[in-house]
T-cell receptor, first 113, second 114 residues
Framework: DTEVTQTPKHLVMGMTNKKSLKCEQHMGHRAMYWYKQKAKKPPELMFVYSYEKLSINESVPSRFSPECPNSSLLNLHLHALQPEDSALYLC????????????FGPGTRLTVT | GENVEQHPSTLSVQEGDSAVIKCTYSDSASNYFPWYKQELGKRPQLIIDIRSNVGEKKDQRIAVTLNKTAKHFSLHITETQPEDSAVYFCAAMYSGGGADGLTFGKGTHLIIQP
């Protein structure tokens, strides 16, 4: 399996809702990432997990809460989001010691109303 | 932190011609430089990458060159085809054996004119 999968594909939520985005990979990668991509902009790094531990947090607001329950899964918990948080949320994974290539999932298109 | 500049923002070429996209980076410690292709509504897909110990890498119609002294790298696509139309992102990263995030350029919208 050489894919990164993400669910759901689309999500519409209100500003008072709590929701979660899920990401899964079965390539044995021990690094996983969350990126945010606004329309017509490049992906921006949010979080990096290395061996299931948070290693980088790019000063992301606390309304975004990442979780890595095991080496194959990565979650992003969302609470009290703002309309400006509407974007495509991309998950990626990579090996750590044997290579640098990051492979992206298809993303979750999030709309905050 | 790293800063990546990418030019041009839009590039229109005739089918069959070559396309060149250029990027510069600021952090001399960066040692990994991938290029991603993103079609509308789809995920970024890695098309080619280069590491700092190599000056050039080629894969069929696609090639990447790296000039570490000048801190710039370029994507070259030859014999362009309609399916090459997409947004292309360059990126840079320092990887010292751990996990690090990519810093992307702003993207180039490549349009292949039939």
């Amino acid at each position: 399996d050489t894919e990164v999968t993400q669910t759901p594909k689309h999500l519409v939520m209100g500003m008072t809702n709590k929701k979660s985005l899920k990401c899964e990979q079965h390539m044995g990668h021990r690094a996983m990432y969350w990126y945010k991509q606004k329309a017509k902009k490049p992906p921006e790094l949010m979080f990096v997990y290395s061996y299931e531990k948070l290693s980088i947090n790019e000063s992301v607001p606390s309304r975004f809460s990442p979780e890595c329950p095991n080496s194959s899964l990565l979650n992003l918990h969302l609470h009290a989001l703002q309309p400006e948080d509407s974007a495509l949320y991309l998950c990626a994974s990579s090996q750590i010691l044997a290579g640098y290539e990051q492979y992206f999932g298809p993303g979750t298109r999030l709309t905050v109303t | 932190g790293e800063n990546v500049e990418q030019h041009p923002s839009t590039l229109s070429v005739q089918e069959g011609d070559s396309a060149v996209i250029k990027c510069t980076y600021s952090d001399s410690a960066s040692n990994y430089f991938p290029w991603y292709k993103q079609e509308l509504g789809k995920r970024p897909q890695l098309i080619i990458d280069i590491r700092s110990n190599v000056g050039e890498k080629k894969d069929q119609r696609i090639a990447v060159t790296l000039n570490k002294t000048a801190k710039h790298f370029s994507l070259h696509i030859t014999e362009t085809q309609p399916e090459d139309s997409a947004v292309y992102f360059c990126a840079a990263m320092y990887s010292g054996g751990g996990a690090d995030g990519l810093t992307f350029g702003k993207g180039t919208h490549l349009i292949i004119q039939p």
